[in-house]
Structures are given as C-alpha cells and as structure tokens.
C-alpha cells in the first residue's frame, strides 16, 4: 500500500460533507489502492455532528481509511494535506443568489488561505465547492503566500453534469455519448455550458439537437438555474450530486483518472488570459488533465457569437465578484 494521501474536507459535518467523506474513504476519489487521511474541519458547535460521522466512518470498515483528524483549527485540519476540498460554507436560501454569500463565506476563505499556506504539503491542491466558488478561490489563493495560484481551482463539474445530462435527454442518448462539454465562466446564473465545442456520439451538437432556439433557451437557462431548481424542490441545496462532481473533479485532476484522450472536462481555474477572460480571474475552461496533478486549458476553440457574448457577461460578474471584494485580496 502506498503512503496515505492526505485528504482535508471542511464542512465535513455539512450536507455535502455528509455525502462526500465516506465516497472518499471508500476509494471512489484516489483509485482503489491509494488509502487516504481524512483530515476533517468544522466550527466549534458542529463537532459533536463531526464525531457521529467520524464514528460512521469507523463503522463502515473502510481499508482504505488509514486515519481521521477532527477539528475545529484550520492549521491543524490542513497539517501536510495533500488535497484540500474547501466545502465548509453558508449556502443560498430561497430567494438569494449565490454572490449574496459573498462577505460572508469569503471571511472563511482568507482565514483558511493562510492556513493552507502555513501548513499544507508542497504538493498542496485545492478544489473550492462553497459559494461563490470562483471567488473564494480567488480569496484563498491571494492568502496563501507560497502556494502557487494555479493550485486553487473551483467546482463548475457540476455545471458540466447537468448540462450533459440535459442534452442527453434531448438527444434521446445514452449521457455517456456526451463530450467535450466545456463550462466557461462563473458558478453563477451568467455560466456558459458550450454546444458550440460539445459533442454527441462524436457528433457537433448542433448537428444533433438542430433546434438552436432550444439550446440557446431552455437549455442554457434549465443548467444556468439548476441549483435554485433543487433548491426550490428539495428545501436544500444540491448535496449528493455537489459531492459526486467534486470526487470527478478530484480524481480527474490528480486521483488518476486523467481525461480520455480527445475529450475535456471543466474546471474553473485562475485564467492565464485565454479567450479574453483576465488573468487571474478563477474561471471555467475546458481543460485536459492527466490524473497526476497537472491540468492544462484546451486552446484554440471558437465560440459563437451568442456564447462570446454571453462568456463577456459571466467575466464582467467575476469582476465585480473580485471588486466587491477587493480588501480580501
Ligand atoms: P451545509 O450548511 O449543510 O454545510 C456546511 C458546513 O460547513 C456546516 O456543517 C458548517 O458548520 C460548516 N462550516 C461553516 N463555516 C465553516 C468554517 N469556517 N470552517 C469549517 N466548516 C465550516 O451546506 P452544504 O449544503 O454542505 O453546502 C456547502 C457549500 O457548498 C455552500 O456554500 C453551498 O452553496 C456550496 N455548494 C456549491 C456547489 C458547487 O457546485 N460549487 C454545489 C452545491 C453547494
Ligand atoms: C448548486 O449549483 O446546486 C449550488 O451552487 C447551490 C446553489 O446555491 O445553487
């Protein structure tokens, strides 16, 4: 057995938490010969909540499971992590759009930034699910002194999910026929789930799904409002399908499931510049990865003018996103 990846989830006691732990103890986000520490953060009055999960854990007998750390200390949840799931977060209620969490959540980000940088690894990678995911990445990579930025990236895999199980549906195909689909932008209303790039059965979707004024309507705004949709059906936010996106993100970044050869995946990731997103900005690309750490951005796609427009829009929201918080940088 190899040495344990050290694995830091925050909000661990939360609903995606709750979801998520156990799917990586169980080997579902490094591989099954990899065995993983769980290094767990949550707030002082929820650690009783993290015991009950921590003694579950036990109680599924996971080989995997080579050790648990519960705490409410930031630097001590993040001692030599390797990979950090920073989930621990408000969520939106009925009625509230996610950058309504904007100061808020983003107080957490700054304190757990320089956490990261005191006391992770040196191969530290961080994946941010909790709300607005892009600049909170944005918030903790600006704290953590040291780490490289393009360490810190955010969740828009479930953005790419939905959108692909939507076009599937459409299509009257299996989801797996459903590639290349990109997520530019925000985890936001403004998001851009490309049809220009995207492939069914090998095929350009617009060959596919001939009906553009579907995908340019129902399409676009069913993934763009996906997360009030649940919201608005479950009481709750999505949680399941949230920890089922980030164990594709982790593991298709560096739990050894690079991207197929020929396909992307999306994550959102500081911009170097491309496609006149500016550099610096946490956004969704297309990206290949090759399960070991690395990601790069696919370069060299061409976008409609409906989708320029609209990644125009989603960018101008990440700027005011970063504006609005311009004293946490
Ligand atoms: P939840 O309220 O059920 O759980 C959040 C947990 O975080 C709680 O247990 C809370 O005690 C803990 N927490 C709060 N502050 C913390 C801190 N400073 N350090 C450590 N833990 C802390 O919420 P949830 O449904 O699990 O959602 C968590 C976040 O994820 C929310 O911001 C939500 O909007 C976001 N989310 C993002 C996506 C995405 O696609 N990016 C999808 C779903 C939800
Ligand atoms: C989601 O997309 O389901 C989450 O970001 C939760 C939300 O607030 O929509």
């Known amino acids: 057995m190899s040495t344990p990846v050290r694995v830091a989830v925050t909000g661990a006691a939360g609903q995606i938490g709750y979801a998520l732990v156990f799917r990586i103890a169980s080997g579902q986000m490094f591989g099954p010969d990899t065995p993983v520490h769980l290094q767990m953060l949550e707030i002082t009055p929820a650690l009783g909540a993290l015991e009950g999960v921590a003694m579950e854990l036990d109680d599924c007998a996971f080989p995997l499971l080579a050790g648990m750390t519960l705490t409410d200390d930031a630097e001590e949840a993040f001692e030599g992590t390797n990979v950090a799931c920073l989930v621990g977060a408000k969520p939106r209620g009925p009625g509230m759009e996610r950058a309504d969490l904007l100061k808020d959540n983003g107080r957490i980000f700054t304190a757990q930034g320089r956490a990261l940088a005191a006391a992770a690894a040196d191969d530290l990678k961080v994946a941010v699910v909790g709300n607005p995911a892009n600049t909170n990445a ?169 989708a320029q427009e609209k990644l125009q829009a989603t960018v101008a929201e990440l700027e005011e996103e970063r504006d609005a918080v311009a004293e946490m940088l």
Request: hydrophobic share 40%; with cysteine.
């Open 138 to 306: 944005l918030i903790a990579a600006a704290n953590a002194e040291g780490v490289p930025t393009d360490r810190f990236t955010a969740m828009v895999r479930l953005d790419e999910n939905r959108a692909k199980t939507q076009l599937a549906r459409k299509a009257g195909v299996s989801v797996a026929e459903v590639t290349n689909l990109a997520v530019w932008g925000n985890h936001s209303p403004t998001m851009v789930p490309d049809v220009d790039n995207a492939r069914i059965g090998g095929r350009p979707v617009t060959e596919v799904i001939t009906d553009r004024g579907w995908l340019e309507g129902e399409y676009l705004t069913t993934v763009q409002q996906r997360g009030k949709a649940v919201i608005d059906a479950r009481g709750a936010s999505s949680a399941a399908s949230a920890a089922n996106a980030l164990i594709d993100h982790v593991a298709a970044w560096c739990g050894g499931q690079p991207t197929p050869e020929g396909d992307w995946v999306s994550m959102a990731v500081p911009s170097d510049g491309s496609y006149g997103v500016p550099e610096g900005l946490v956004s969704g690309f297309p990206v290949t990865t090759d399960g070991a750490g690395a990601y790069r951005v696919v370069e060299g796609l061409e976008l409609s003018p409906f």
